[in-house]
């Protein structure tokens, strides 16, 4: 397995045995392990067998990571930004999948569309961000209005999140490929785990240079 | 036909020789005739019978007032706002509609998403309309950003201007039906017509007690 | 917060305690507080801790005035109308969202299309209204005929009801947004509380000078 | 070939030759002989060749009686209904299917939704049709409405007629599948000829002991 | 109330007492209530306080005669038609209704696509029914089958029975609106009870002049 | 190239030349060169420069064979089966395909849903076919008739031919999709190539061992 | 019944009495019984009954099969192929019924496109079956890849198992009918049955020569 | 503007006076100017007044830099990936683009999934790149299949290239939000574009240290 990678389980429609025979056997042959879409039945049943995993109720993820292993491997960051609530399961699942690639994670999660002026107090930081990830269900219009005020690339997840003629996400998901914005480019609904998997692909190169000390 | 209201012709599927029999007919009766959805060949050959009408190729509609009736007849004006070049035709629609029923008009057609500064500078002129139209193409955010900003009621219409994943205006239409922002009814695509229709029969109310003199 | 606006919360996904935390620190700066998407469950949860809400259960929601708060701010009503039984619920939050921003409401429950008859003893208070919210489930045709014979705005909502090719309120919706009676806007399916809110934005203007005494 | 039934090609993607040579082999065997979807210049084409044919360019078919063909072959009538203009076409082709097969047919062509106080002057004229064919365009709701009237069945049509969030007469499939009036059975999009057809099946049954004298 | 038709609950969505309470204010004007989509715990309930109904399980329906009340009306018969087992219940729901307006139906339940030569067993009896109800799941297939062997009008009732691409009955439901056999018309998916009503609307004319002796 | 299997030219955006370039230098290394969705236009400039090719026009196919090639390659026969007229250009491109290939085909091409006693001619001859190829536009049910009466394998093809809720052979696909008949697989709309293609894949092996003198 | 072939039982909303009442009938003709669709609760309470059945947790099938009849009935086999863990139900249904005919089936469960190195190990095994059913849920591209690299028939299933913009195995469904790969035929969404009967029905014709000693 | 980034024109609907005086009044700013979707015709009318314009003809794009302009800003490059024929003009926007920004690129156009041999051969080529764009039509599953095998992030482009059940690039887009390859985010169809854009954005990041000298 390549340095630093995790191994990534698909937690959904895995009972906590298969998991916890999973982790296991990787636990071998690699230091990071994280496990996605784990409810927290599942999760407490892992924790006992494998005490030192770390839970996250709004990711619903399972990390476990070697004690020698350090929590980052980068430096920067990117940005995590979302409307707050409703979205904030997806955002925290991108959110953690990088942290379990070690990338340093800045989460910004009250700049929904209908509140824009908290956005312009976060812009500088997220400017800063080697790329961002924007997380929004509704119409999903929040990458667009990112993605016109910033120039790094920004990596957009439609939630399913919504009602009616939201069809599960599937009009947040035409909103972000349909951006009028450029430097957006769009996951599935849903898919936090890629949005922080490919975002990761981004950080790790362009800071490869300036690897930590390990 | 009530005071004031125009007569209405769908131009789209009727020739010019109909369109001139129908304002011909229509004339007798009413002081005012918008056709819509009439291309320049068509208006060019209804000039030719009837040379006081007037063309407005933007919106491609055919406008006919009798001498004496004067140009508007409400005080205050709505807004139609939108990102400017490949939404214009809507909007003008929209624009000449409620021009025809004497409705004063503000046109604010370079606010896009992609360049929100600008939409700033424009926030006092749209707080003061009695309703805005908001038209736009692509994902169709601008509605949403608008009303976040403003608490005047907003028409919102998507147009079928974008390609591939857009599918003719659809991605507009839902992230304008799953609007966060409160305050926003959405038309059918393409309707600038409606836009101006709806938002005309909003004004006229709350403008009744203050009619300009006639 | 703007005078008179109540402060709203979206209940769907929330638990009881999340509500009471929100209204309690709500009621510090704002005299009117709405939850919708409430089941009675969590409505009888709440009313155990601030015992002056109000629960609707029809409409699934639940209101907080202070005292001191007058129940109708402005002259005039708006008008819900729907066919009666099963597109109820969607109205009544409609309905319960105007008079949670103190709007008159003149509630005309029994005027499906299939009793037509029954909508013509009602049109002359309808006409009167300053915008009239039609709710309609399965094919969603009532606006359309209403439509056709008041003048004043109509703000139509599609209801998920119905089964087969009604595909969740998408037949309702698209009859809704292809209206051939002109002055008619569109919410999202189900979305009741979005027009009580567009209405009352419509309402709250034209009345805004003839505001009753406070 | 049965008593009275014509033989029926569709025009569609037929050249004038191939119709011209399949109506000179039918009238070996058959007295009458229907072409639907055939557009005025290949009507002219056939016409040259086989002059006795009657062309209606609404409708867009072409009629071949043999000469010792009565027009009428049943008592009664059925009702064509729709809302002008725009839906002619689609109506005509179902009425003159019909009159094809023998059948008398009252044509009430301006009906729409937006003028339902025509509809009430022709109610008892619908009322005594065996069977009422109802096309509609835009919304479609026609047919909900009639329905709503009359006990007699109804056959609806949806048209392609529309634009937007019409999908080309999907929207009025969906209102007429959904309709909330019982006794309301559905046709393919635009199938004006198989509404005339069966109603046809109808009319005949029920009109047969009563046969005018042949 | 029309003589001899029922009146109609659509029992979804409504609860046992809801149920009873109608029918016990529909007895003082009628001879026949039919009650459909209720379970058989809701009937078990209804039966208890009002004793003299029928349910039937495969229908779900609930029916009240006044005792005096013939079964059967007209003269003649419809043909129910289907492939067994998975489409029972759509197709008893049909055949309730009808026989709830007092029509003679024949089931034919056991002639799938998949058993054709079955089907040839029957023509005779279908050919001479008034008119045909044919329901379908899965592909749908039979109504155009039919339609081809017999001349008397078809009926065809879409099922949501399949899986996968059968989108809870979109494929059927568009396999029927375009059936290359002449003489079919559509009714909603799983929409049993409306084709029931719609072919009573048929037979019920053309046996009116020879109606039983009341 | 695989012996007996032709170089496939996909005929689409392809102008003549580039056509005419493709088979000339493919002729070097192989026997057979076969070229789809190639209009009259284009074949008859290939033809000027490469004479012994030969153009299919219903199939819009052009074929190039070196002379010293057999017609035929193995023993057995596939059957091409559909309704004729409309759905002929698929078939012929499915039936050409397949002699392309070297392999015996049965074209059947009078036998649809509307006439199914024609079907029955010719069940012998289809059963004794290694592989059938059913193409069907419209609802697109005689794969599920046919594979209802036969038990080698159906590879069914769906055509665009229809209108309305045909929706350009969506329909004909999820009936064939939803077939009740076990042994039926499908093509993409309008495959006709594929569909000859996959249809050998399978005579070729089980006739392998009786392969014809080579 | 056919020699050989089993008769299949659909069990999906058939209860464990209707299913063992079927089975039992059906041992009086034929030596071969499938049931699909059957959760392990039925399938124990019909062991209990039928003692001699087979059940297979992944695939949900029953087996029952004569003590007289051979496990095989057929030289060669053919190959399954997915992709492991969540396609395994899938794949296992088609197998199984493979089997259930007689057939010998080779297994390759774990050649996804995301680890394409462990499918260039099972290509010679996969090129030397008659015929591959290749199983693929989330973006469904594994037939194309393996089209692209073998020469005899694919038989591509589509799985239901994604989220997001899957929705609920379209995704795959569409990428199998749009397969780049020639020879490549699709079954409906998880219709394993399907693909393991239509792999039967070209295995038995050619190898039907070579049929093992009975 | 930002150094180094080139102005962007959408020449779609603009005519070639409409972008001659868009370029031209840019040249007073920027040293680059990118105008695409713009058709041969409109490009001679450009270069006619402009001639230091460069046409791509596959691209459809016209490209304007000031001389002292130098070609290349960045060390490494981007690879940009398809099948060949039929997706080059979509592959050669993305390219082009991303020239037009300074960045080199690599071209790898013969690599499609039925030809997956020729992708091995270029496989270190695509590991080096910084990103990666791939552009497929079809069933578009080139994306996933080169994402399994390199570790740098994917850019995937579905075109709308294909037929029949393609829906005009649906079926490509849908596989390539459904990946299971990690890595891999997704553009509307057909736009090459906004692809090469948002690689540059990852480009230029982690390349700006090394910058060439300027
Ligand atoms: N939440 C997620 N959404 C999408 N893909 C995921 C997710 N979590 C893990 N994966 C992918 O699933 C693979 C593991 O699948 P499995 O072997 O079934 O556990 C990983 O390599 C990831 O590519
Ligand atoms: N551009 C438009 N879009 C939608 N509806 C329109 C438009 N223009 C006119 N209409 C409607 O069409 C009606 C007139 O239709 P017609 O009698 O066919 O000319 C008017 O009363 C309007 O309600
Ligand atoms: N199963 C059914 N499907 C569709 N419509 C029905 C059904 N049963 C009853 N209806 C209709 O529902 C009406 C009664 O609705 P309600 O007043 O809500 O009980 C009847 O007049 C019928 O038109
Ligand atoms: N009518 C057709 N429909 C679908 N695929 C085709 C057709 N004709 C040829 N092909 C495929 O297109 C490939 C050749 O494509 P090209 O290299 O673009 O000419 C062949 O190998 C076939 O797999
Ligand atoms: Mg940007
Ligand atoms: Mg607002
Ligand atoms: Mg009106
Ligand atoms: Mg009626
Ligand atoms: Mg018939
Ligand atoms: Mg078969
Ligand atoms: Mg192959
Ligand atoms: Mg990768």
């Excluded at 937690?11 to 994280?34: F, H, M, P, Y």
């Excluded at 908290?118 to 800063?128: A, K």
């Excluded at 209005?145 to 599960?168: R, W």
């Amino acid at each position: 397995t390549r340095t630093g990678f995790p191994e990534i389980i698909f937690g959904e429609g895995k009972d906590a045995e298969q998991i916890i025979s999973i982790i296991s056997s990787l636990q071998q042959n690699t230091n990071r392990v994280l496990a996605t879409r784990v409810d927290r039945e599942k999760a407490d049943a892992i924790k006992k067998v494998i005490p030192d995993i770390v839970y996250n109720a709004k990711a619903r993820t399972v990390l476990w990571k070697s004690e020698s292993e350090p929590d980052f491997l980068y430096n920067g960051y990117i940005a995590v930004v979302c409307a707050g609530t409703s979205d904030l399961s997806v955002a925290e699942e991108a959110a953690v999948t990088a942290e379990a690639f070690g990338v340093h994670v800045r989460r910004i999660y009250d700049v929904g569309v209908a509140g824009i002026h908290r956005l312009f107090h976060h812009l500088e930081e997220i400017e800063q961000a080697t790329v961002t990830i924007c997380v929004a269900g509704m119409e999903g219009a929040l990458p667009s209005v990112v993605g016109g005020l910033i120039s790094n690339p920004i990596v957009a997840v439609p939630t399913s999140i919504g009602y009616g003629a939201n069809f599960q996400g599937l009009s947040a998901l035409l909103t972000m490929l349909n951006s009028c914005a450029s430097g957006v480019s769009v996951m599935n609904i849903d898919n936090g785990f890629g949005a922080g998997y490919f975002a990761t692909t981004i950080h790790k190169i362009h800071r490869n240079t300036e690897l930590l000390g390990r």
